[in-house]
């Protein structure tokens, strides 16, 4: 993402704009104790704006080094951004909130969201399966 996409948040968080907080399956005692469990989510903005492209790459190469799965069970949580993201880009141009070159930067990334979305997926799911020696 954008370092910059936070901006178009405005006063409001991106669980309120994607509807997290009233569209959870969580009863409302779980999800409160999750939102209060270590920050949950909090300063994910500045966390993610402060990761480096090294550090992601040298996650991937510790990660394609382990053994897969096997036969073991895997299940993959995966949040579609494809499907989030476009709400802030909208919710920002509607309330004016984002410098231009968030807003410009955020419509780019949205260009190929869904295929990298995707891609994340496939990938993850190719650790199941790897051999490992």
Not at 54 to 75: F, I, Q, T, V
């Amino acid at each position: 993402m954008p370092p910059s996409w936070s901006t178009l948040l405005g006063d409001s968080t991106y669980e309120e704009i994607v509807g997290l907080n009233a569209n959870h399956i969580l009863t409302d005692q779980e999800y409160h104790a999750m939102q209060s469990d270590g920050g949950w989510n909090s300063g994910i903005a500045t966390k993610e704006a402060d990761l480096q492209y090294d550090s992601s790459k040298a996650l991937k190469a510790r990660l394609d080094a382990r053994p897969g799965l096997l036969n073991g069970r895997l299940s993959v949580l995966f949040c579609e951004e494809s499907t989030d993201f476009p709400k802030v880009y909208e919710y920002g141009l509607k309330h004016g909130n984002g410098i231009e070159e968030a807003r410009e930067a955020l419509r780019k990334r949205l260009e190929d969201m869904s295929k990298d979305d995707e891609k994340a997926m496939r990938e993850q799911l190719r650790f199941r399966g790897r051999a490992g020696s």
